[in-house]
């Protein structure tokens, strides 16, 4: 079986961080970062080249094999950010519905701005996305 290739490095987030380009979006990651760090009380890592996740579970895959996982995360992408959450567990869909201008999957959501969004609805995903794992 294929070994994952997104895993936790000992790159430096907050060097990542300062080296975004865009001024807004590296302001609005590190004022999500700061939102992950307090939902999970974990320090960020890095996790492959340009994601930054915070704490760690173990994820199970249906053959059977488990692999170490980030319990929340977020992307710097071209024009974006990619929240990576946690999708399973009830009330979810009415916070993503509320959340503002997004896109995306169930636990992949893409936003341009976190001024696209509602900042009171986007902590309570992030906080019960974290708390839903355990």
Known sequence: MAELKTRPTRASVSGFLQSIKDERIRAE???IAAIMKQATKSAPKMWGSGIVGFGTRTIKYAGGREAEWMRI??????GKITLYV???FNGYGELRAKLGKASGGKACIHIKSLSD???PTFRKLVSDSVRNLD
């Not at 995360?73 to 071209?78: C, H, L, N």
């Open 117 to 119: 969004v509602d900042m």
């Open 73 to 78: 995360a977020f992307a710097p992408r071209k």
């Open 86 to 88: 946690n999708s399973g």
């Open 29 to 31: 990651c590190k004022t």
